[in-house]
């Protein structure tokens, strides 16, 4: 279900169940968690320096897998909140905290638990035929996995509660124009885009970009203002100063030739 591999100092996680758009149960979620463990510990040696997550078939993933779960004759589904608090939401914070950069190609159904994979990636490519939405209306059920806050951040309350009411699904175009991810791409060339890309982000100064993903997460979630956020830049910029990288950086500039990051 869940494969791991790493070739270039990229980790490559993909969702391999196409046969059910890679929905994920509870062993697929601790499938996915212990992927993103090994590649993290492979960061930890210097031989991951960048991830790729995607999946295989028409869809990158359509939520929670359901089929087997009790419900339908009216009674609660017991295990919601285990899954979603006790194994959704460290998965989340893990894949958030992965410390390198990490990419997302989506094509396809990108719902429920899908779009909290994606939310929890630095830099989402999606295919321009890809569906992007909240269809818990017509299960009776909520959105879920940080969609409420990624919604209402980038498209604002009335476009969120549009969106959920209607269950209507946006195409990966228009979610990219709304701003919620990165770049939109055709579905033939999505893979390859972003596989390019993570391989860049690979040969490039790894501490550089960690200190800049921090940042990035602490005005997310702290809401830090101007001067507060440029206290950090400055500490951060600081803490470079002594890196092989940075030295390489300013070697490199001086002598007109291309830096050779090693990610220290």
Same mark, same amino acid.
């Given at each position: 279900?869940?494969?791991?591999?790493?070739?270039?100092?990229?980790?490559?996680?993909?969702?391999?169940?196409?046969?059910?758009?890679?929905?994920?149960?509870?062993?697929?979620?601790?499938?996915?968690?212990?992927?993103?463990?090994?590649?993290?510990?492979?960061?930890?040696?210097?031989?991951?320096?960048?991830? #790729? #997550?995607?999946?295989?078939?028409?869809?990158?993933?359509?939520?929670?897998?359901?089929?087997?779960?009790?419900?339908?004759?009216?009674?609660?589904?017991?295990?919601?909140?285990?899954?979603?608090?006790?194994?959704?939401?460290?998965?989340?914070?893990?894949?958030?905290?992965?410390?390198?950069?990490?990419?997302?190609?989506?094509?396809?159904?990108?719902?429920?638990?899908?779009?909290?994979?994606?939310?929890?990636?630095?830099?989402?490519?999606?295919?321009?035929?890809?569906?992007?939405?909240?269809?818990?209306?017509?299960?009776?059920?909520?959105?879920?996995?940080?969609?409420?806050?990624?919604?209402?951040?980038?498209?604002?309350?009335?476009?969120?509660?549009?969106?959920?009411?209607?269950?209507?699904?946006?195409?990966?175009?228009?979610?990219?124009?709304?701003?919620?991810?990165?770049?939109?791409?055709?579905?033939?060339?999505?893979?390859?885009?972003?596989?390019?890309?993570?391989?860049?982000?690979?040969?490039?100064?790894?501490?550089?970009?960690?200190?800049?993903?921090?940042?990035?997460?602490?005005?997310?979630?702290?809401?830090?203002?101007?001067?507060?956020?440029?206290?950090?830049?400055?500490?951060?910029?600081?803490?470079?100063?002594?890196?092989?990288?940075?030295?390489?950086?300013?070697?490199?500039?001086?002598?007109?030739?291309?830096?050779?990051?090693?990610?220290?």
């Amino acid at each position: 279900m869940i494969d791991l591999s790493i070739a270039d100092s990229v980790a490559e996680v993909v969702l391999d169940a196409p046969q059910k758009l890679n929905a994920l149960d509870e062993r697929a979620l601790g499938e996915l968690a212990a992927a993103y463990d090994d590649a993290a510990a492979a960061a930890a040696a210097g031989s991951v320096r960048a991830l #790729l #997550l995607r999946g295989t078939g028409r869809a990158f993933c359509a939520g929670r897998d359901i089929a087997g779960i009790e419900g339908a004759n009216g009674s609660a589904d017991p295990g919601a909140r285990a899954y979603l608090e006790d194994l959704l939401a460290p998965l989340l914070r893990s894949m958030s905290g992965f410390p390198a950069p990490t990419f997302a190609a989506a094509q396809g159904a990108c719902l429920g638990v899908g779009l909290g994979l994606l939310i929890a990636t630095d830099v989402v490519y999606v295919a321009e035929n890809a569906k992007i939405g909240s269809p818990f209306a017509n299960l009776g059920a909520t959105l879920d996995s940080g969609g409420h806050w990624l919604f209402t951040e980038r498209l604002g309350p009335h476009r969120t509660l549009d969106l959920i009411y209607t269950a209507e699904l946006m195409s990966g175009a228009e979610a990219v124009r709304s701003g919620l991810f990165s770049r939109a791409l055709p579905a033939e060339t999505l893979l390859e885009t972003t596989r390019a890309a993570a391989v860049k982000a690979a040969t490039g100064p790894t501490r550089a970009f960690n200190a800049s993903k921090g940042l990035v997460a602490a005005i997310r979630d702290r809401r830090l203002g101007l001067w507060d956020a440029v206290v950090r830049e400055n500490q951060a910029q600081a803490d470079l100063s002594g890196t092989a990288d940075y030295a390489e950086g300013f070697a490199a500039f001086k002598a007109k030739r291309k830096p050779d990051f090693t990610g220290r």
